[in-house]
């Protein structure tokens, strides 16, 4: 379910970030910018780590308060030089560590998700994180831990594609990439018309990295780093690897795959500025003077839009969950996809599906597996966004004690 090489980690932030940026203090700041949220095809991995907030101006303030002494006019520019280096190492760790989490730590929780998604012969629903930690255990020991993070490269390659075809778009044509706050009913289509664009020419690139995320270790030889690339191109002019007659061509596809974008964008850009909102309202407006205040400042910076950021996709992955489920079932028909048993982990399955498109994928889901066939996997889900909960509240712990022994 994205490509412009950034100049700098925080350039590179700022580009994946969904929130109003002002300047920050020692240099570490960016341009005022309007409301733009990551492209919808980061569907598996969409917390950002986002540059500092609307809790910038208080940093800028609190570097910029005089000591109360006596001797402030005195007071050396080397502790101010030291803040700001403390700001910008404190801003790239953060933001490093959540793009770890994000892109590395969460890519087995993914895989497992996606199998269990397509697998229509499981027993075990997988619903809760326990059985979930298990299976997960068995397809290590038999696959080799590797087997976990099967098709990260392509994910990656798929967000580059989007991220440039969003980009390029923009730019050839009046549809705007960001949507200002005085913003107009045609703005907001545009903006969106725009998001549906990019799902359209990513998706057959995301069909080919769907398959090689769930395709069964056992079975399949080492793909190479542009396979995706070259798979995708394959399906979009009907040649390569023959595929079954069930395969569904890209016009049947084309609906669900920007229904899924779009709506878990807005869901996401949403409930993501609903939170900020709550925090700005929530945190006072003032400007500290000592050392304690000042580190929870620099924490205040960037927490606050990383946790709205992983609330918000929290809820956009939980509330289309049964439609990614569908979507990724329609995509695997026909393509001849082995994939693991998600019940004990020791076999592999044939995908042998014959949906006639979407509507008819949901009444078959619905029939034969029950309404809980839709959430097949979910304790993956509740195991990525644990784990990148856990890696947050870490790193936050770690970063605080840092400021404090450095002021």
């Excluded at 404190?90 to 933001?95: E, I, N, P, R, Y």
């Excluded at 005085?182 to 690139?205: D, E, M, N, Y």
């Amino acid at each position: 379910m994205y490509s412009r090489r950034p100049q700098n980690f925080s350039e590179g932030l700022e580009a994946r970030g969904c929130e109003d940026v002002p300047a920050a203090a020692g240099g570490y700041g960016m341009p005022t910018r309007s409301w733009d949220c990551s492209d919808p095809w980061a569907s598996e991995s969409r917390y950002r780590a986002p540059p500092p907030g609307p809790w910038g101006e208080r940093q800028a303030a609190a570097a910029a308060t005089p000591p109360a002494s006596g001797n402030a006019a005195a007071a050396p520019e080397a502790g101010a030089g030291s803040t700001d280096q403390l700001n910008r190492f404190a801003g790239f760790g953060v933001g490093l560590a959540s793009l770890f989490t994000e892109n590395v730590l969460a890519h087995p929780c993914i895989v497992f998700r996606r199998q269990c998604q397509v697998n229509y012969h499981a027993k075990n629903y997988h619903l809760t994180p326990f059985t979930v930690i298990n299976i997960m255990y068995h397809f290590s020991k038999t696959q080799g831990i590797k087997g976990l993070w099967k098709g990260m490269g392509s994910t990656f390659i798929v967000q580059g594609i989007a991220l440039g075809t969003e980009g390029i778009i923009s730019e050839l044509t009046p549809l705007p990439r960001e949507v200002s706050h005085k913003w107009s009913p045609r703005q907001i289509a545009g903006h969106l018309v725009l998001k549906g664009l990019t799902c359209v020419v990513a998706l057959p690139f995301y069909s080919a990295s769907l398959i090689e995320t769930v395709q069964s270790e056992i079975i399949r030889d080492n793909p190479g780093i542009l396979d995706c690339v070259k798979e995708g191109i394959c399906r979009l002019v009907g040649m390569g690897v023959p595929h079954s007659k069930r395969l569904l061509p890209l016009g049947v596809l084309v609906f669900p795959t920007v229904l899924h974008g779009v709506v878990h964008y807005i869901i996401s850009a949403i409930i993501q500025k609903f939170i900020l909102f709550l925090f700005r309202k929530k945190t006072p407006h003032q400007h500290p003077a000592d050392a304690s205040n000042s580190v929870q400042t620099v924490l205040d910076a960037y927490f606050p839009e990383l946790i709205a950021s992983f609330v918000a996709n929290l809820c956009a992955d939980i509330l289309v969950y049964p439609l990614e489920t569908v979507l990724h079932r329609l995509h695997i028909q026909g393509t001849r996809t082995i994939i693991d048993n998600t019940d004990h982990g020791f076999e592999v399955l044939p995908i042998n599906t014959q949906y006639e498109g979407m509507r008819d994928c949901i009444n078959v889901i619905k029939k034969e597996e029950g309404i809980f066939g839709f959430y097949k996997g979910f304790g993956a889900v509740i195991v990525q966004y644990t784990l990148h909960a856990v890696v947050l509240q870490i790193t936050k712990i770690i970063y605080s004690t840092l400021l404090q022994n450095a002021t």
